[in-house]
């Protein structure tokens, strides 16, 4: 028993469109369009939350490299404690 999915067997029937819309590679001109877009107003979003992120792990390393210090040689992860 071999299982189709409903969508294949409909965009295998469906009429190829014009080529003058498309470009080389089947994407519309309004889907580049629409990617160049989203690209250039979520890359700031996206250095944004990788800049915090940074800054949090440099602060959460910072904090833990204080802790150690504060405890000295003999706290509770050291080897000879």
Do not use: F, H, N, W
Not at 6 to 21: D, I, K, M, Y
Not at 55 to 78: C, E, F, H, K, N
């Amino acid at each position: 028993m071999s299982i189709q999915l409903r969508a294949l067997r409909l965009g295998l029937r469906t009429a190829p469109r014009e080529a003058s819309v498309k470009g080389s590679d089947g994407v519309s001109v309004c889907g580049r369009l629409l990617q160049a877009t989203l690209a250039i107003y979520l890359l700031p979003a996206l250095l944004i939350v990788l800049l915090v992120g940074g800054v949090g792990l440099i602060i959460l390393a910072v904090g833990q490299l204080a802790g150690r210090i504060a405890r000295g040689p003999t706290g509770p992860d050291s080897p000879a404690g």
